[in-house]
C-alpha cells in the first residue's frame, strides 16, 4: 500500500458493521550531519558525525572508504558516499563533501641594503590562505632596521597551523678603492698627484667625485677621478657611487 488513509468496514451475517480508520505513514530518513573540516590544509584530522532520525532500526553503514563504523574520524578533505540500510532492507545514499583550509601563503616584500654595512634593509610579509587571524614571531628582530644576512620567521593561524620560513636580506658590494700617490718634486711646487683606482666588481657605479685641497683647491665631477698639478697638503675626497652611497678619504700629498 501506498502512504495514506484507509478504511476498513466489515459486516458480519445479522448486518452488524464495524468500521475502522487506519493511516499508513511515509517512510523516511532523515539525516543530521556534523561535518569538521580538518584544521590545516593537507592534514587528515576531519570528521563526520552521522545521525538518523526514522527508519527502522538498526542500521548498517558502507562508506566509500571502506569504514562499516556510523561516524568516520581523521579525514582528509575529499567526497565521501554511505550506503544506509535499515532493517527492513530499506536504502538511502549520502554524500557529504569535507572542505579544508587553504594552504598557507606566505609572500616577503624585501628592500635589499643599498650601502654596505648599513641597517636600512626592511622586510613585510602578506599573509594569505589559512584560518585568519595570524600571529607573526621574528624572534626579537626590528624588521625595519636589518643588516645583510638571513632572517627566520614563523607564522601561526588560528587553528595552530604553522610555516617557518626564511628570508635573505643582501646589500650592495663594498667599495674597495685604492690611490696612487706622486709627491709634488719641490717645495712650494704644484707637481703633485693622486690616482684613484676603484677595485674591479666593486661598488656601484657610477661614481662622483669631491675634492677639496690646500689653496682653496675644489674638483668634482663624474670625470674627476684622477686629479693633478697639486701642492703639497691633505686633501679629502668623497666618492659617492650610484646608489647615493658616500666614501669619504683624506690623502697627503
Do not use: K
Not at 530518513?29 to 587528515?44: A, K, Q, R, T
Amino acid at each position: 500500500l501506498l502512504p495514506g488513509i484507509y478504511t476498513l468496514t466489515v459486516i458480519d451475517d445479522n448486518a452488524c458493521e464495524l468500521r475502522d480508520t487506519f493511516e499508513i505513514a511515509s517512510y523516511t530518513i532523515d539525516i543530521l550531519l556534523l561535518v569538521e573540516p580538518p584544521s590545516c590544509n593537507g592534514l587528515s584530522n576531519g570528521s563526520i558525525d552521522l545521525e538518523l532520525l526514522g527508519g527502522y532500526p538498526n542500521f548498517s553503514y558502507n562508506w566509500s572508504n571502506g569504514s562499516g563504523l556510523q561516524d568516520l574520524y581523521n579525514l582528509s578533505a575529499g567526497s565521501y558516499t554511505c550506503a544506509i540500510t535499515d532493517a527492513l532492507g530499506c536504502n538511502i545514499d549520502t554524500t557529504i563533501i569535507v572542505s579544508e583550509p587553504d594552504s598557507l601563503i606566505v609572500t616577503p616584500t624585501i628592500n635589499h641594503i643599498a650601502c654596505y654595512g648599513e641597517n636600512t634593509g626592511s622586510v613585510s610579509l602578506s599573509i594569505i590562505g589559512g584560518t585568519p587571524g595570524y600571529n607573526l614571531d621574528w624572534g626579537n628582530i626590528d624588521t625595519n632596521n636589518l643588516f645583510a644576512g638571513t632572517y627566520f620567521y614563523e607564522v601561526t593561524d588560528a587553528n595552530g597551523c604553522v610555516i617557518n620560513e626564511s628570508i635573505i636580506v643582501t646589500q650592495a658590494d663594498s667599495l674597495e678603492v685604492s690611490f696612487a700617490i706622486t709627491d709634488a718634486q719641490c717645495y712650494a711646487t704644484s707637481t703633485g698627484s693622486i690616482e684613484v683606482i676603484i677595485g674591479l666588481n666593486t661598488g656601484t657605479p657610477p661614481y662622483y667625485y669631491v675634492w677639496d685641497g690646500p689653496n682653496m683647491f675644489h674638483e668634482e665631477g663624474f670625470a674627476a677621478e684622477d686629479i693633478s698639478n697639486l701642492f703639497a697638503g691633505i686633501y679629502q675626497l668623497i666618492i659617492t657611487d650610484g646608489n647615493n652611497c658616500e666614501h669619504y678619504v683624506e690623502l697627503v700629498v
